[in-house]
Every structure is written in structure tokens, then in C-alpha cells.
């Protein structure tokens, strides 16, 4: 979906399908790049990062992708669940600082239809 | 074991009012940090704290707020004269490490709303 106004952008998607949302980001200094998950009422879930000197990293039932070209991030979720719907959140650790000083991204309302 | 801790996880102050957060870090975790996110919103950086020490305030407003992380204790982000723009959910997270080498561990926010 496209983001309009402040409203989030948001992915509907049928249980079993694979999900992909995507994230842009602005600093082509930052050396990790992290996905979090956000259930409502919660905080923030980890679900993978990425260093910046790779381009693809896997785990369970997720990929993350990152293009530092087009400064482009994104999360792959394979066969998804009623259990994933939740806002995600792609966050960056710019360069400058070694430590957990992260710089989050807008978020994505993923919705997934039984 | 437990995760982060916060509390109050709801916290209703009138305009005027003082707000105190507070946040017990992962067992064996020495660096905290605060977070604020606003409604539809991104997580917003306040400030990184480790034990008697701040390390980053550079996303803490300059006036009224204040946070501390103790030797003994939990850390505590204080609001002083809230306004209706500090509403907001405010999220702690937690580190073994200076360095950042993967996930911070966020507890589950406390939610302030200011009447």
C-alpha cells in the first residue's frame, strides 16, 4: 500500500502468502540495519538485522535484503501467518556512534486475512 | 528471565503535572535507553544511559525532562509541567554492551497521557 498523509502505509495479505515490505533509508553511513516487529500495545520485537557489508541475510521464515545503491531495505516474510499481523519497523544505526542510538523508520501495518 | 521492565504501564497526568517513568533493564544489562513514540510514528531516540552516567541526551528536550539510571535502582525518565504533546508511549530498552552488535531488548512501554 502507499502511505498518504500520516496515515501508515499498510500490506493485507491472505494466510500462506508471502509478504515483502519495503523500507527506504537516508544514511548511506549506517553499518546495521534492523527489523522490528510492534503488536499493539507492545514494544518493539527484534526480528533480524543486517550489517552493511552483506546484502541478504536469512533466519527463520524471514530474509532481509538490503541494496545500499538505492539506499532499500527490505523484509520477506515466507508463508505468513495470522500471528505476524503487526506494524513493522525497519531502524538503522548510523555511522558516528557505536552504540544503540537508532534511527526508526515510519512502519508498515501488516494485516494477514485467514 | 525477565525482560525489561517498566513501569507504570499507563500513567494519566493533568497539564502541569509530573510524569516519573521508570525502567529495570534485563538482568546483567547496564546500558539503558529511552525511546518516544507518538501516535503513527517511528520510535523517536531520547537518551542512552549507563549506570551514574549519561551518554547521549541529544534527543531529549531541553526543558523538563530528565533522566537518571541510578547505581542502586531502577533508571527514571521524569517529565516535569507535562503538556498535551507529551502524550505519548514511552519505551526503555537495554544492553549488555556499549557496542551495538545486535537487537536491544525494549520492555513494553508506558503510554502517558496528559488531560
Known amino acids: 500500500g502507499e502511505s498518504v498523509g500520516l496515515h501508515l502505509p499498510t500490506l493485507s495479505v491472505q494466510e500462506g502468502d508471502n509478504s515483502i515490505i519495503n523500507c527506504a533509508y537516508s544514511?548511506?553511513?549506517?553499518?546495521?540495519f534492523i527489523w522490528y516487529k510492534q503488536e499493539s500495545g507492545k514494544g518493539p520485537q527484534f526480528i533480524i538485522d543486517i550489517r552493511s557489508n552483506m546484502d541478504k541475510r536469512q533466519g527463520q521464515r524471514v530474509t532481509v535484503l538490503l541494496n545500499k545503491t538505492v539506499k532499500h531495505l527490505s523484509l520477506q516474510i515466507a508463508a505468513t501467518q495470522p500471528g505476524d499481523s503487526a506494524v513493522y519497523f525497519c531502524a538503522e544505526n548510523p555511522g558516528g556512534t557505536s552504540y544503540g542510538k537508532l534511527t526508526f523508520g515510519q512502519g508498515t501495518i501488516l494485516t494477514v486475512h485467514p | 528471565n525477565a525482560g525489561v521492565m517498566q513501569n507504570p504501564r499507563h500513567l494519566v497526568r493533568r497539564r502541569g503535572q509530573e510524569a516519573r517513568l521508570r525502567c529495570s533493564p534485563m538482568k546483567g544489562h547496564s546500558h539503558v535507553y529511552w525511546y518516544r513514540q507518538l501516535p503513527e510514528e517511528g520510535l523517536k531516540f531520547m537518551v542512552y544511559l549507563q549506570k551514574e552516567n549519561i551518554i547521549d541526551e541529544s534527543g531529549m528536550p531541553k526543558e523538563r525532562f530528565s533522566a537518571e539510571f541510578p547505581k542502586e535502582g531502577p533508571s527514571i525518565l521524569r517529565i516535569q509541567q507535562v503538556v498535551r504533546g507529551d502524550s505519548a508511549a514511552y519505551f526503555c530498552a537495554s544492553s549488555p554492551l556499549e557496542r551495538y552488535t545486535g537487537e536491544l531488548f525494549f520492555g513494553e512501554g508506558s503510554r502517558l497521557t496528559v488531560l
Open positions: 544514511n548511506s553511513a549506517s553499518d546495521y
